[in-house]
C-alpha cells in the first residue's frame, strides 16, 4: 500500500498536496476506490480511501487509524557536521531516519568544509525515507548552528563528542551509554574536530568518546552512532 507524508491531517477527510496528488494519480496511477496510508510524522498511520482522483488535489477518507503514543522511551539527538559532498550528508540523512533518531542538527566547526545548506531539500530526504521505513515519527531537522551554539545550548541528557585522537580519557561509547537515556551525541566534519574544540566541549559536560576502532567518513560514523544507540536500547 503507498505512502503519502500528511503532516496537516486533522479529520478523516484529507486532500494531498499538489505534489502528492500528481504522484499519486499520475505516476501510480491510483484511482477512485484505491487504498493508500497517510502518516502525520507525529506517531499516527492513517488507512484511507481516494474518493477524488484528480491530479492536482486528490482527495481521500480515513477509515482507519493507528497510534503510537511515543516512539521509545529516551531521546536521541545527533549533531553532524555536513560533508563537502552534500549526496553523503544526504545518505547519513537517510539512514538515521530509517533507524529512528528524533532530532538531527547540522553545525558548522572550524575544519567545515560545507558551511551552507539547503534545508528544503534536506527535509525532502527526510520525508522520504520517514515513508520509505513507514516511521510513525519524522525527525526533526534543526537549522544550521554554529559548534559553540551547540556546546553552549541546555541539554539535560548523556552528551559526547566523537573524535579521532588518541587520548587517555576517550571511551567507546558502548562503554558509557547507559540504556534510556536522554543522548545527544557530534560527529565532527571530514577534518575533524580542532584539539581546542574538544577541551571547549569538554569543558561543557561532554564526554569524549570513539564509535569504531576504523577512521570513519563523517556520514559512516554518524550512521553507525545511530545503530549502536539504537541497539543497546533493544
Do not use: W
Not at 534545508?119 to 522520504?128: A, C, D, G, M, N
Not at 554554529?146 to 539535560?156: L, P, R, V
Not at 576517550?170 to 551509554?177: A, G, L, M, P, R
Amino acid at each position: 500500500m503507498h505512502i503519502f507524508y500528511t503532516p496537516d491531517i486533522k479529520n478523516n477527510f484529507y486532500t494531498l498536496s499538489q505534489e502528492e496528488s500528481k504522484h499519486c494519480v499520475k505516476v501510480l496511477r491510483l484511482n477512485i476506490g484505491n487504498k493508500v496510508q497517510l502518516i502525520d510524522g507525529k506517531g499516527k498511520l492513517y488507512i484511507s480511501e481516494i474518493t477524488d482522483d484528480n491530479p492536482k488535489k486528490c482527495s481521500v477518507k480515513v477509515i482507519e487509524v493507528e497510534k503510537k503514543e511515543s516512539r521509545k522511551n529516551y531521546k536521541f539527538h545527533i549533531a553532524v557536521a555536513p560533508t563537502k559532498n552534500i549526496a553523503r550528508f544526504e545518505t547519513f540523512l537517510e539512514k538515521a531516519t530509517e533507524i529512528g533518531v528524533d532530532e538531527i542538527i547540522p553545525f558548522t566547526s572550524r575544519y567545515s568544509e560545507r558551511k551552507i545548506l539547503k534545508p528544503e531539500r534536506l527535509e525532502k530526504v527526510i520525508i522520504s525515507a520517514t515513508k520509505q521505513s513507514k516511521a510513525f515519527f519524522k525527525p526533526t531537522l534543526k537549522k544550521l548552528m554554529s559548534f559553540e551554539d551547540i556546546i553552549n545550548s541546555e541539554f539535560t541528557g548523556k552528551k559526547y563528542i566523537a573524535h579521532c585522537y588518541d587520548s587517555d580519557t576517550k571511551k567507546h561509547i558502548k562503554e558509557v551509554y547507559e540504556k534510556g537515556k536522554d543522548v545527544l551525541i557530534l560527529i565532527g566534519p571530514e577534518g575533524d574536530f580542532s584539539e581546542e574544540e574538544i577541551q571547549q566541549a569538554v569543558s561543557e559536560g561532554f564526554t569524549e568518546i570513539s564509535i569504531s576502532d576504523s577512521r570513519l567518513r563523517t556520514e559512516t560514523a554518524g550512521i553507525v552512532a545511530c545503530q549502536i544507540i539504537d541497539f543497546m536500547n533493544i
